[in-house]
């Protein structure tokens, strides 16, 4: 492929942070052997001018937050192989001190729930329990509060709980902490040389930080470090070019580069395989989200963390690959808008846009309400025949005492294409998916948005 195609991706980048307050973007495509990677902007507008904040470049480093869950997925398949794990045994099995507040899930919760994101309990409790080696172990204790909000293997929801308890299971398995495991089990078998945790490892790099909006202008986002607890989930710091020899080897035949293998290929095909019906178009397999593009699959994993925000998408059948980092808040916006170039220029395909039905207004009566969840809330409206989405941040991220972020997004028009799904028709949420979903006498109980359940609550 020409890399007219790449230049064509790099002008959308461009485009879309011209409007929006994104200050710091690293893209990249690997199309075969070819690898194309650019950086465009700045890593930190907190420096006195665009001469000396450093610019990102095709080695900046990023928070590529829950894309991390893929590399913690591979390192289970690995523990599979060798004896170490059973996907579907109870996590009990090695954590005999887990206590969640549902007794069922208590005994019965598997590896398999928590990579699946069906284990039903809150899955976006974060919190700091320092840097020491008890981090995790301390975590799963405090697990014990979270509310059980779906029956156990029943509903998906996006959950990232479910993976401190995964990373706690590979250190008991391993006799290693979770960092280490992954740097023996995967990173170096990878040869992954720009891959870390830590603050302390990433300091002597070019490294961005993250940013939120305040009155429509970039600022720096604190706290940087993501706490060791959320390692598991969200914890990996690397740049675009690990990512595509990662992308390689999930690609593969589960052999490295030097030909040792790591994984059989079955294994890979298990993580490749659908599950549970997603968000609609997508479904969810062993921690990567996959969907079909005019019959092409597609697998990714997107990732978030404190003002950063970061897109990695595989399609094996085209031995393509292509990754979208972010230090702004608003990243969703332009990476949707940069996918869309990819897909188009590399595939020859586009995503079919959203068609919207007409629905009656005393059925959109039974819309509207508030949908509560632990990180935010949906008040859902009506305004002039349509359903208005207002989304309120509450925080807690890092920890629960932190506060929401200085601005909350502006309220979102929504449209439905389907019986109880939605399509949101506006930035910064445009063409987000949502389900409303039903209790088992046909009554609106659940509000799956952002990929989470929210309670009807009023």
Request: proline content about 6%; overall charge negative.
């Amino acid at each position: 492929m020409s890399s007219s195609q790449f230049e064509h991706v790099c002008e959308t980048v461009q485009q879309e942070m011209n409007r929006l307050p994104i200050p710091g973007v690293a893209v990249g495509v690997l199309d075969g052997d070819a690898e194309h990677i650019a950086g465009f902007g700045v890593t930190n507008v907190a420096m006195n001018s665009i001469a000396t904040s450093p610019p990102v470049t095709r080695d900046t480093l990023y928070q590529i937050g829950s894309i991390t869950k893929t590399f913690l997925g591979t390192l289970v398949m690995r523990l599979v192989e060798m004896g170490k794990l059973d996907l579907h045994a109870p996590l009990k099995n090695y954590l005999p001190e887990l206590k969640l507040r549902d007794e069922n899930a208590t005994q019965h919760a598997t590896m398999f729930h928590c990579l699946t994101h069906t284990g039903g309990w809150d899955g976006d409790y974060f919190d700091d329990f320092g840097r020491g080696e008890d981090a995790l172990a301390r975590m799963v204790i405090a697990m014990e509060q979270l509310p059980q909000l779906t029956p156990l293997g029943e509903v998906w929801s996006y959950n990232n709980a479910g993976f401190y308890l995964a990373g706690r299971v590979i250190e008991i398995v391993t006799g290693k902490s979770f960092e280490a495991a992954m740097q023996e089990y995967l990173f170096e078998p990878l040869e992954l040389k720009s891959a870390y945790f830590f603050a302390e490892d990433v300091i002597t790099h070019n490294f961005v930080v993250g940013h939120e909006t305040e009155n429509k202008k970039p600022v720096v986002a604190r706290p940087w470090a993501v706490a060791r607890t959320a390692n598991p989930a969200g914890g990996i710091i690397t740049n675009i070019s690990d990512l595509f020899r990662y992308a390689r080897f999930q690609m593969g035949d589960g052999t490295t580069r030097n030909g040792s293998r790591l994984l059989a290929k079955q294994s890979l095909q298990e993580m490749h395989a659908p599950r549970f019906a997603a968000t609609d178009p997508e479904w969810v397999g062993l921690t990567w989200y996959m969907r079909e593009v005019n019959g092409v699959k597609i697998l990714r994993h997107n990732g978030g963390t404190n003002g950063q925000v970061t897109s990695f998408n595989i399609v094996p059948a085209r031995n393509l690959a292509f990754a979208i980092l972010t230090n702004g808040d608003q990243g969703n916006t332009l990476i949707n808008s940069v996918t869309r170039t990819i897909l188009e220029q590399y595939l020859g395909v586009s995503p079919k846009a959203d068609s919207s039905i007409e629905m009656p207004l005393p059925k959109l009566n039974e819309y509207a309400g508030d949908y509560d969840a632990r990180s935010d809330n949906v008040s859902v409206t009506l305004r002039d025949g349509e359903l208005i989405l207002q989304v309120t941040n509450k925080g807690g991220f890092p920890t629960p005492a932190d506060p929401p972020p200085p601005t909350q997004p502006p309220p979102v028009r929504a449209a439905f294409y389907a019986n109880d799904k939605i399509f949101l028709r506006d930035d910064p949420y445009k063409d987000t998916h949502c389900e409303f979903l039903r209790d088992e006498n046909g009554k609106i109980e659940w509000l799956r948005i952002f990929g989470r359940v929210h309670k009807k609550v009023s």
